[in-house]
């Protein structure tokens, strides 16, 4: 039994971010034209967001840190940004190492925490 895809675009919906595949290794040519596909995607979908694959990207190296980081500058240059799914666990100490954050999927958002007032009580002050 086969199912065949039904005819035109899929339905996605704003809230739906699109997804880059990027299979490495990736040379430096190929680096302009994969920011152009960002900043097609962001356009396509006004998510916001464009989720980057980077399982299939090789072993992490300098050249996988730029092309992130020009990624990502592309993606904020269009109102918008990248995250990135299935990063490996030495892609990830690379980038913390070179001072570069990046949004993972699956893991919460990184916030600051509110900002509270903490009020000092002194023995033998009036109860307000």
């Not at 979908?45 to 989720?51: L, N, Y």
């Not at 904020?76 to 949004?103: K, Q, T």
């Amino acid at each position: 039994m086969s199912y065949a895809r039904p005819p035109g675009l899929q339905i996605v919906d704003a809230m739906t971010p699109a997804v880059l595949v990027l299979a490495g290794p990736v040379t430096r040519d190929e680096v302009t034209g994969l920011c152009d596909d960002v900043r097609a995607l962001l356009e396509a979908t006004g998510a916001g967001v464009v989720v980057c694959d980077v399982a299939g990207l090789g072993p992490p190296g300098l050249t996988a840190v730029d092309l992130l980081a020009r990624l990502e500058l592309a993606a904020r240059r269009a109102d918008g940004r990248i995250r990135l799914r299935e990063p490996a666990p030495a892609l990830s100490a690379l980038l913390d190492l070179v001072g570069l954050s990046f949004e993972m999927e699956g893991q919460p958002e990184q916030r600051e925490p509110a900002l509270g007032v903490e009020e000092a009580v002194e023995p033998g002050d009036p109860a307000v």
